[in-house]
C-alpha cells in the first residue's frame, strides 16, 4: 500500500509521486501509446521522460497546496493511474486524469475526478477546469458525469504532439465550486 496518502475515495488512494515511481508510472500508462494519444504530452521513451515528470512534479508541490497524484487501488495496491492539481493561483486551478488501459471502464476516472473536486474546494479553488480534445468523447463524459460544463471550443488551442504538430481544437470545461 502506498504511504503518505493524501487523499481517498471508496476505491482510490491518492499520493505524490516519488522518484522510486517513476518504473511503474513509465510501464503502467506514461509509455502506452494508446493511453497518451489524446494528453498534452509525449508518450514517454524512456524512464528518464518519467523521471522528469516526478521532479517537476516535486517542484509542483514544493510551490503550491496540491499537485500531481498517482491513483492506486484501494483492494490491491497496484498503480492505476494519476489525476492532480494544477494550481494556476491559490483559488483558480486546472485537473486532468490519466489511467493504465486495463482500468479504463470501470468509473475510475469519474471516481478521480470526483476526488479531485472535493479537494479543490477543500482547498478554497473557486473555479476548477479542464480542457480535453473535442474528439475525445470518453473523457468529456467524464467531466459531464461530475458536474463541469462546457464553456465552449477553443479553436486551435492545444498541440497533441502524440496526435499531430498541428494545434487542435479543444472544449474547455469548468467547475465553479463556490
Ligand atoms: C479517458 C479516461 C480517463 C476515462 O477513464 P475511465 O475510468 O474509463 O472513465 P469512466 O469509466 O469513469 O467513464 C468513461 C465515460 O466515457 C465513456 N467511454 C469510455 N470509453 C469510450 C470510448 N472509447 N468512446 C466513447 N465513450 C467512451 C464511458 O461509457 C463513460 O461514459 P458513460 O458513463 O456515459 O457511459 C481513460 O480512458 C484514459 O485514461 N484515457 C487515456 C488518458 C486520457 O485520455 N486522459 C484524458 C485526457 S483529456
Not at 29 to 48: F, G, I, L, N
Not at 52 to 73: K, Q, T
Not at 98 to 107: I, N, P, T
Not at 152 to 167: A, I, W
Request: proline share 6%.
Amino acid at each position: 500500500m502506498p504511504s503518505e496518502v493524501f487523499c481517498e475515495t471508496a476505491r482510490l488512494l491518492f499520493r505524490a509521486p516519488v522518484p522510486a515511481d517513476a518504473r511503474a508510472i513509465f510501464e503502467r500508462y506514461a509509455a502506452d501509446p494508446e493511453v497518451t494519444r489524446y494528453m498534452s504530452w509525449p508518450c514517454h521513451a524512456s524512464v528518464a521522460d518519467t523521471e522528469a515528470f516526478v521532479a517537476f512534479s516535486e517542484a509542483e508541490w514544493r510551490r503550491w497546496p496540491a499537485g500531481p497524484l498517482l491513483a492506486f487501488s484501494r483492494e490491491t495496491g497496484q498503480l492505476l493511474g494519476s489525476a492532480g492539481l494544477v494550481m494556476e493561483s491559490l483559488d483558480r486551478s486546472a485537473t486532468g486524469y490519466v489511467f493504465a488501459r486495463d482500468a479504463w471502464g470501470q468509473g475510475y476516472a469519474t471516481e478521480a475526478l470526483g476526488a479531485m473536486v472535493d479537494l479543490a474546494a477543500e482547498l478554497n479553488v473557486v473555479r476548477l477546469s479542464a480542457m480535453c480534445h473535442t474528439d475525445h468523447r470518453a473523457s468529456y463524459r467524464v467531466m459531464e458525469k461530475c458536474g463541469f460544463t462546457r464553456e465552449g471550443v477553443l479553436p486551435r488551442h492545444l498541440v497533441f504532439p502524440n496526435l499531430s504538430p498541428e494545434p487542435q481544437d479543444v472544449f474547455s470545461y469548468a467547475r465553479s465550486l463556490v
